[in-house]
């Protein structure tokens, strides 16, 4: 199963959820309202509509994810790839660090990652 698509504003909101999990919905509204400015009716709205997709679940008050942050990361950054640069991590990380210098610590990561996944 892939996981759905998050749109800004939900991921704002699931990262206050991921931070809570599991959260009793009346707080989980009262950190929306302190975090996001949101109204009850629109923490509600995000909580119905993230149901629908499978993003969350609502149980007897109780919200939790059914995705994973990382989960979430994964295809967003997938589906940039894809569309931005032709599914090509080079062309991505060449446009990325023309933007973002890298630290001697980053360049060290990167090798060794590729090291890793050569092995």
Do not use: H
């Not at 959820?17 to 309202?33: D, G, I, M, R, Y």
């Not at 989960?71 to 060449?94: C, N, R, W, Y």
């Amino acid at each position: 199963m892939s996981t759905p698509k998050i749109f800004e504003s939900e991921y704002r909101f699931m990262q206050i959820l991921w931070e809570n999990e599991p959260v009793n919905s009346t707080q989980l509204v009262a950190l929306c309202k302190e975090r996001l400015d949101w109204s009850k009716a629109t923490t509600y709205t995000v909580i119905r509509r993230l149901s629908e997709r499978g993003v969350v679940v609502n149980e007897n008050t109780m919200v939790r994810s059914l995705v994973t942050k990382e989960e979430v990361q994964d295809t967003e950054l997938g589906e940039l790839v894809e569309k931005t640069f032709d599914g090509s991590i080079p062309q991505f990380l060449a446009a990325f660090t023309r933007k973002a210098k890298l630290k001697k610590e980053d360049v060290e990561a990167l090798r060794k990652m590729i090291k890793d996944y050569e092995e």
